[in-house]
T-cell receptor, first 113, second 113 residues
Framework: DAGITQSPRHKVTETGTPVTLRCHQT?????MYWYRQDPGHGLRLIHYSYGVKDTDKGEVSDGYSVSRSKTEDFLLTLESATSSQTSVYFC????????????FGPGTRLTVL | AQSVTQPDIHITVSEGASLELRCNYS??????LFWYVQSPGQGLQLLLK??????LVQGIKGFEAEFKRSQSSFNLRKPSVHWSDAAEYFCAVENNAGNMLTFGGGTRLMVKP
């Protein structure tokens, strides 16, 4: 158990509304990630963070923003949700050496109507 | 940029039969490679990883994978499949900076009794 929680676990919202997803870790890892999972695409990186206030874009960052004001929390915001952002969102952290793999949270299922 | 291809979207095997899931990657340098498994409604769990050294790596749940540089492949194998192995499997490659994973589209495994 890598100590990663995501909230909410499920959310239904309407097009045009803002949405914020939260990822919380308990183990003080430097790197945190947000992915979206869609059938046939595997997981695609949205944004990642390499420290407090240090973030960078991933493959599918358009329409998303992130913030990390504390080591333990990484927030993903959809400023104005669209139906194409209906997806399952996963947060991940990268373990410290020698455990360099990423550990994933349980996911948030977001539906945008 | 790196990429990962999992040619088989769905595979069905009988319980007790052997399994091989294919993964091909495109990457300029020596890759760091991973296999993850996702049970329905769950997050991703690491099965095994290859960083260097022995090209045959052992993982959890009786899985193994073989890195073949000449074929740019990292296929996952199991000699005898159990019904509980039914899940989706993802291959991933890490970039040279060590801060991002690129995933394949996934292979969904079904196990017949």
């Amino acid at each position: 158990d890598a100590g990663i929680t995501q909230s909410p676990r499920h959310k239904v919202t309407e097009t045009g509304t803002p949405v914020t997803l939260r990822c919380h870790q308990t183990e003080n890892h430097r790197y945190m990630y947000w992915y979206r999972q869609d059938p046939g695409h595997g997981l695609r990186l949205i944004h990642y963070s390499y420290g407090v206030k240090d973030t960078d874009k991933g493959e599918v960052s358009d329409g998303y923003s992130v913030s990390r004001s504390k080591t333990e929390d990484f927030l993903l915001t959809l400023e104005s949700a669209t139906s194409s952002q209906t997806s399952v969102y996963f947060c991940a952290i990268k373990g410290a050496p020698p455990y360099n793999e990423q550990f994933f949270g349980p996911g948030t299922r977001l539906t945008v109507l | 940029a790196q990429s990962v291809t999992q040619p088989d979207i769905h595979i069905t095997v009988s319980e007790g039969a052997s399994l091989e899931l294919r993964c091909n990657y495109s990457y300029g340098a020596t890759p760091y490679l991973f296999w993850y498994v996702q049970s329905p409604g769950q997050g991703l769990q690491l099965l095994l990883k290859y960083f260097s050294g022995d090209t045959l790596v052992q993982g959890i749940k009786g899985f193994e994978a073989e890195f073949k540089r000449s074929q740019s492949s990292f296929n996952l194998r199991k000699p005898s499949v159990h019904w509980s192995d039914a899940a989706e499997y993802f291959c991933a490659v890490e970039n040279n900076a060590g801060n991002m994973l690129t995933f394949g589209g996934g292979t969904r495994l079904m196990v017949k009794p």
